[in-house]
Each structure stands twice: as structure tokens, then as C-alpha cells.
């Protein structure tokens, strides 16, 4: 049985910062990539920024300059730092992580989802 946990979200004013964090824990033979989507109110999830085993990053036009996601492969754990935060980053973030249980298995698993909430 494999989890992600995120934790961090919250309430931040306009401009301001937050960091997320997300364990995966469980039967895990390897994380491959990672990653955080978002969805707001009324919207489709979309892509955040993505991180590979290798720590190659990729970014919604939206949100580059402002945050950076990073992990640690040691902990199966990847974050988000949010910097320079919007009123339109209001959303629910989900942790997204490619997972292997073993050599022959592998398969997407989600987080439960962590609110942030950007005030103007």
C-alpha cells in the first residue's frame, strides 16, 4: 500500500509564501517522477510543476520565477515553494507522484489534496 501525504497549505495574503510538502510512504521500490497540479473552484486540474528521479523540473508558464519544486529521494518527498503568490493560485493542490513497487509495476498515485488560499 503506497500514501502521499502533503502538508503546508493554507491561508497567505498576496505576495506572500507557502511551502508544501508531500511523503510518499508504503511499499516503495522506487519514486520516479513527482509532481503538484492544482484545481480551482469550477476548473479543471492542470499541471504545476513536475521534478524526475534525476531532478529535472518542469513549470506551468503560470507559475515559473515564482515557485520551484524540489524533493528528497531519500525521503520520497517532494515540495513546492510558492514565492510572489496571486489571488489566481487560490486552489486545491494535489500531490502527484509515478511509483514503482517493483521492477514490474508501476503505476500514478495522487495525494489527498492540500487548500491554498491567496487573499488580495
Known amino acids: 500500500q503506497v500514501q502521499l501525504v502533503e502538508s503546508g497549505g493554507g491561508l497567505v495574503q498576496a505576495g506572500g509564501s507557502l511551502r508544501l510538502s508531500c511523503a510518499a510512504s508504503?511499499?516503495?521500490?522506487?519514486?520516479?517522477?513527482m509532481g503538484w497540479y492544482r484545481q480551482a473552484p469550477g476548473k479543471q486540474r492542470e499541471l504545476v510543476a513536475t521534478?524526475?528521479?534525476?531532478?529535472?523540473?518542469n513549470y506551468a508558464d503560470s507559475v515559473k520565477g515564482r515557485f520551484t519544486i524540489s524533493r528528497d529521494n531519500a525521503k520520497n518527498t517532494v515540495y513546492l515553494q510558492m514565492n510572489n503568490m496571486k489571488p489566481e493560485d487560490t486552489a486545491v493542490y494535489y500531490c502527484?507522484?509515478?511509483?514503482?513497487?517493483?521492477?514490474?509495476?508501476?503505476?500514478?498515485?495522487w495525494g489527498q489534496g492540500t487548500q491554498v488560499t491567496v487573499s488580495t
Open positions: 502527484n507522484a509515478d511509483i514503482s513497487i517493483n521492477l514490474f509495476r508501476r503505476r500514478d498515485y
Open positions: 508504503g511499499s516503495i521500490f522506487s519514486c520516479n517522477t
Open positions: 521534478i524526475t528521479i534525476g531532478g529535472n523540473t
